[in-house]
């Protein structure tokens, strides 16, 4: 396991998050969790790459162990998931392979049918890829608070 990468891929994980916070009009306060967020959820992704995982899994238990952390650190009263852990999980979504998808698409479309058959596969490959790695994200967000669910106040609610 190379340890340089893992803290490289971490410490720019917390970079991104923290320009997302801002570009989000978080509160200043919150960019310090904000940056440690990032850096959680590219550390656990990229140890999970570098054992063999796919970029789809590492993202589903980099993103669970995010909201995890998140639910408990702040509780289970509210039904939703803070924006702290979609901050933290926004760095993890792979840009490079969206890039890749909409210029092959844009290429195909330009030139119909006679684009070759393997920049044809390239580009379902790699959307694919993305489709997958996005609702891994999503879902590894999403499960903790359906199986965490809210904790009602007692007198409060809808009768």
């Known amino acids: 396991m190379n340890t340089l990468h893992i803290i490289h891929q971490a410490l720019f994980g917390g970079v991104a998050a923290?320009?997302?916070?801002?570009?989000?009009?978080?509160?200043?306060?919150?960019?310090?969790?904000?940056?440690?967020a990032g850096t959680l959820a590219l550390a656990i992704r990229t140890i999970g790459q570098e054992n063999g995982l796919t970029l789809a899994i590492s993202s589903f238990f980099a993103a669970l162990v995010l909201a995890v952390v998140d639910r408990v650190w702040a509780g289970v009263s509210t039904p939703r998931g803070s924006v702290l852990a979609v901050l933290g999980a926004i760095p993890m979504v792979p840009g490079s392979i969206a890039a890749k998808v909409f210029m092959s698409v844009f290429i195909v479309l330009r030139f119909g049918h006679v684009a070759n058959p393997e920049a044809i596969t390239a580009t379902w490959e790699n959307?694919?890829?993305?489709?997958?790695?996005?609702?891994?994200i999503g879902t590894g967000l999403a499960l903790p608070s359906l199986v965490f669910p809210a904790v009602k106040a007692p007198g409060k609610g809808h009768a």
């Open 18 to 36: 923290v320009g997302f916070a801002v570009l989000f009009n978080c509160k200043p306060r919150m960019l310090p969790l904000c940056f440690n």
């Open 127 to 136: 959307m694919i890829m993305l489709i997958f790695t996005l609702a891994a």
